[in-house]
């Protein structure tokens, strides 16, 4: 039993009418009874505001979100990040104030908390910068995805999905890192070995 929470409850229910939908204002009344909260809302690097409106969506939105998650006696809550954001060197406003929010989640008590570090998420169907390969003849478009995929880590949703369902078991605190294996990637393979003989 899924309910689907944003900033606007109208255009979830048009997204979503199967679903049940709230806004956040109304997330403490809605949310009880349920086992998780997997919180997705988040401004990425693509998007150009000021530092301040990263840590409000980015830090403090999620934080209030585990503190009602706590009060409500939802068990666990699910932060999903970057692998970008494990990059110190990355001083992007994305990657520090998602950075900021794991630190804070680590010390977080009363809830359980797990924050899950993705690489390029893909499905079925891609979307974003991969949208054009949804265009090409299924037998093309594979071959190009794995040839992107032998380049950068990626992870399928099925995966994400099947992870969260064996994670919901489980009631510790950690940090976990999702990707594909691109051990029997051949792009990835026959790149890895070039570089091994020079």
Known sequence: RLLLVGRNKNQLNQLFPACEVCDYDSLEVYSAGYDALLHLAVLNNNQKYASEQYHEVNVELPLQLAKICRSVGVNHFVNVS???????????????????????????????????????????????????????????????????????PTVHVDKISQHLSARLENSTQSSVILSDTQADNIFFGALKRILDLS
Not at 110 to 126: E, I, K, R
């Open 82 to 152: 970057s692998i970008h954001a494990l990059d110190d060197s990355d001083n992007s406003l994305y990657a520090e104030s998602k950075r900021e929010l794991s630190t804070v989640l680590s010390t977080f008590s009363g809830l359980n908390v797990t924050t899950l570090y993705l690489a390029t998420v893909y499905g079925d169907n891609y979307t974003g910068k991969l949208n054009f390969l949804n265009k090409l003849p299924p037998w093309l478009s594979r071959q190009c995805f794995n040839a992107l995929a032998g380049l950068t």
